[in-house]
T-cell receptor, first 114, second 112 residues
Framework: EDKVVQSPLSLVVHEGDTVTLNCSYE??????LLWYKQEKKAPTFLFML????IEKKSGRLSSILDKKELFSILNITATQTGDSAVYLC??????????????FGKGTLLTVNP | DGGITQSPKYLFRKEGQNVTLSCEQN?????MYWYRQDPGQGLRLIYY???????QKGDIAEGYSVSREKKESFPLTVTSAQKNPTAFYLC???????????FGPGTRLTVL
């Protein structure tokens, strides 16, 4: 059975802190790993990672994938209250022929206090 | 504006009634998806469609039905057979099957 496990489940920090969110996975036929940020409603896309060791960066957010150890981390530096959200990790696998399957973790709830 | 829209934002239904949730996209994406999100749970796939006139069951399809008659539209019907329908429903689309998914704003369904 495919598994995507995120940790911690929730985290409370102060503005300016740096946080690291973790996503470990056990899937066969791995294709890619995605990070999303979900505030009140729709998840918004952050990063797609397909290769080990190559950091993706967008402003204060960065992410890296380790396909040997089967995990990814999402770093947020100099956190702001607007970073408060649920961060979702999802893994895409090939599930036969041209079929793909996406499995989501339960998410990490990040709260940034002023 | 390009994007994915879902309607309504909030929906209340009495037990025993069927209800249809709308999902429309003007991104020219081939693939569309329906997910359900419950508190403390990740997103779970209900149905997906790789291309117009085709759709497949996801992990929790029981009590739901879909259609994909047009590329832009992928409505989800929550039937009375769905035992626990109160949830937040998210629609997504991707340029092709397996591509990065972009989400609509969601519909919160409450069964009274």
């Amino acid at each position: 059975e495919d598994k995507v496990v995120q940790s911690p489940l929730s985290l409370v920090v102060h503005e300016g802190d740096t946080v690291t969110l973790n996503c470990s996975y056990e899937v066969t036929n791995f294709r890619s790993l995605l990070w999303y940020k979900q505030e009140k409603k729709a998840p918004t896309f952050l990063f797609m990672l397909t290769s080990s060791g190559i950091e993706k960066k967008s402003g204060r957010l960065s992410s890296i994938l380790d396909k040997k150890e089967l995990f990814s981390i999402l770093n947020i530096t100099a956190t702001q209250t607007g970073d408060s959200a649920v961060y979702l990790c999802a893994v895409v696998k090939r599930s036969g022929g041209s079929n793909y399957k996406l499995t989501f973790g339960k998410g990490t709830l990040l709260t940034v206090n002023p | 504006d390009g994007g994915i829209t879902q309607s309504p934002k909030y929906l209340f239904r009495k037990e025993g009634q069927n209800v249809t949730l709308s999902c429309e996209q003007n991104l020219n994406h081939d693939a569309m998806y329906w997910y359900r999100q419950d508190p403390g749970q990740g997103l779970r796939l209900i149905y997906y469609s790789q291309i117009v006139n085709d759709f497949q069951k996801g992990d929790i399809a029981e009590g739901y039905s879909v259609s994909r008659e047009k590329k832009e539209s992928f409505p989800l019907t929550v039937t009375s057979a769905q035992k626990n329908p109160t949830a937040f429903y998210l629609c997504a689309s991707s340029i092709d099957w397996g591509g990065t998914q972009y989400f609509g704003p969601g519909t919160r369904l409450t069964v009274l």
